[in-house]
């Protein structure tokens, strides 16, 4: 029996009275009722459509078929607990194995980052003996109670800081301590961490792990300087720490160049633990840990079995198989490349033209676009910024989000079928937004 049409209305009323008014929605003041979606298309129960510059979820492009069709075979023919045997997981595995580091060669199966996350902290703690934790000023690692006391997002609009949790500065070459004209940013940085190690130690802690997304997401889609991660991974691990990269936002070939994002760190480097999570089931809920065999052991050996019910089973197996196809088979990676490059182009092209413009950062289709309302005091540009989202939506039918500690960057991280001719219309649009807006004074 097909469900019930609602009006966008009533979905509202019914929205307000059954879900937690904590679930906030995009454009809370006039959202998208979305009833489909194709490739980097979602369209309303209007039929209007819109290009999606926010779902990097759908990964390989809403709805796409290859995926609809794993999903529904396998689904078809078996979908059981993770604790029989079968073929999918470790086919999967396998696969996943082949895009990693060689040491990386253990995983767990999950269903969501937040899950990944907080077993990446068990591997770590269960590993060191060690407790405390270090992050990134701004990072945000997922919803549960261990990842919102390590998650300063989060954490300072809450019950404020763990005495276990110390927080390292952003390396943000724009508007943090080191900046685009120090001669070795990455070193720089690297030496907060190094301090803040030395602090720890002095308070009579020990340091269980290095917790840090590859790319800075919520801090404003921050590029890592170089060198940083390897000479920090150098601190933490003579610490008697481990590094975990946090790979939910940005894995599986976002960045272009490479399948995972800490790989732009240079081939010499290697964390101990990697999270994924979002991008591996295109929206089927997906996780994963990825670890070496040391630690994966010092987990085993604690006598407890790790147990997930869903982790791994046949069909999230199947779909996460069938999204790797998709990325080899339509070169999305070098989609990325190609688009992503295009997009940062144009957008740096904009900066002569719109003194608001603070920074045009990115890799691949992982980029950032800062406002500003001064340039040299690089003042946030929240109100405009939100502006500029705003319109994109309503006079463009383009979706698109900010982030950033202060709301002031436009972020793209569209599905990776992301075209030159969306960037082209996405960078007109934002143009002639921001002139009207000067011209208009606001």
């Known amino acids: 029996m097909a469900l019930e049409k609602l009006r966008k209305e ?15 929605l995009f454009y809370s003041e006039d959202p998208v009722k ?58 999967y595995a396998d696969r996943l194995a082949a895009t990693l580091p060689e040491k990386l060669c253990v995983f767990y199966f999950v269903n969501s980052g937040s899950e990944a996350n907080d077993l990446a902290l068990r591997l770590a703690h269960q590993y060191t003996q ?74 009579g802690r020990k340091i269980s792990a290095f917790f840090a997304e590859s790319l800075p997401s919520v801090g404003g889609q921050i590029i890592l300087p170089q060198g940083y991660s390897t000479k920090v991974a150098e601190y933490v691990r003579s610490a008697g720490g481990v590094f975990v990269a946090d790979e939910v936002q940005t894995g599986f070939g ?25 991008p591996m089931g295109n929206g089927h809920p997906l996780a994963c840990v990825a670890t070496t065999e040391e630690i994966a052991g ?11 019910t869903f982790g791994g089973n046949p069909v999230s197996c199947a779909i996460g198989l069938a999204v790797l196809d998709v990325i080899e088979e339509e070169d999305l990676k070098g989609n990325a490349t190609r688009v992503g490059a295009h997009l940062k182009d144009l957008l740096i092209k904009l900066q002569p033209r719109h003194q608001i413009i603070g920074d045009v950062r990115g890799v691949g289709l992982f980029v950032g676009l800062e406002l500003v309302t001064d ?45 030159m001719d969306d960037a082209e219309l996405t960078v007109k649009c934002i143009d002639r937004i921001l002139t009207d807006m000067e011209a208009s004074d606001i």
């Open 298 to 308: 010092a987990f085993t050996a604690n006598g407890v079995e790790y147990f997930n």
């Open 130 to 203: 060690h407790e405390d934790v270090i992050v990134l000023d701004h990072a945000y690692h997922g919803h549960l109670m261990s990842l919102i006391d390590i998650s300063p997002y989060k954490f300072r609009k809450l019950a404020g800081q763990k005495e276990w949790v110390h927080v390292a500065p952003l390396p943000d070459t724009y508007r943090g301590l080191y900046r685009e004209d120090h001669p070795n940013p990455g070193q720089a940085y690297a030496d907060t961490v190094k301090y803040l190690i030395e602090e720890v130690h002095r308070d």
């Open 34 to 91: 979305i009833v489909k979606a194709r490739g980097q298309f979602i369209f309303d129960e209007n039929g209007k459509r819109y290009l999606d510059c926010i779902s990097n979820v759908q990964h390989v492009g809403h709805c796409h078929p290859s995926i609809t069709k794993a999903a529904s075979a396998q689904m078809d023919l078996l979908n059981t607990n993770a604790r029989f045997l079968h073929d999918n997981i470790v086919m």
């Open 10 to 24: 009533e979905t509202l009323v019914l929205r307000k009275k059954l879900i937690g008014q904590s679930c906030r």
């Open 375 to 419: 340039r040299e005091q690089r003042t946030p540009a929240t109100e405009t910024a939100a502006l500029v989202v705003k319109r994109l939506k309503e006079e463009d039918n383009i979706c698109v989000s900010t982030d950033g500690p202060w709301e002031s960057v436009i972020k793209f991280k569209p599905p990776m079928c992301f075209s």
């Open 254 to 278: 976002r960045v272009g160049s490479h399948f995972w994002a800490f790989q732009l760190q240079g081939q010499g480097f290697c964390p101990d633990i990697v999270t994924m999570g979002k």
